[in-house]
């Protein structure tokens, strides 16, 4: 099972200036967590949509992962610390569940990605992921 982040969209976002998005791909939960990556998705404004192509996860050694995604204050020390945006667990079978803030809204138009509608820290971010065997 590979998960490919596709594309990514902002419609809502509550600083001034470029949200910097990243996302940290985890599996297990509690003291047994473990960071598998972290990555930049880029910078986004209202309207903005990227389309990073980033393999996530190829599937192996882990019965699943969690996707979650935040927006970076590391260059806003006024802001305090990074803001939860949402998050999505894909188990090695291809299943998907929306975890806090996230809403899944099924396939987008063309069929081919899953969505996700992300609501932490109230802004406001679209997720489309391709899950594939």
């Known amino acids: 099972m590979k998960v490919t982040l596709q594309g990514m969209h902002c419609y809502k976002k509550t600083e001034n200036g470029e949200d ?3 996302c940290v791909v985890t599996t297990g939960g509690g003291a047994n967590r473990r960071e598998l990556a972290r990555f930049d998705v ?4 209202v309207g903005r ?3 990073p192509g980033k393999m996530l996860w190829d599937g192996t050694s882990w019965p699943e992962v969690t996707i979650t995604v935040m927006e970076s204050d ?3 020390s006024a802001h305090g610390g990074d803001d939860f945006i949402g998050e999505v667990t894909v188990s090695a079978d291809g299943n998907c569940r929306p975890g806090r803030a996230t809403l899944d809204e099924g396939y987008e138009e063309s ?3 899953r969505q996700f509608s992300m609501t932490g820290s109230a802004a406001h971010y679209v997720l489309h992921l391709e899950v594939r065997s």
């Open 20 to 22: 910097e998005i990243y």
């Open 42 to 45: 880029g910078k986004f404004d």
């Open 49 to 51: 949509t990227l389309h």
């Open 74 to 76: 590391e260059n806003e």
């Open 111 to 113: 069929k081919r990605y």
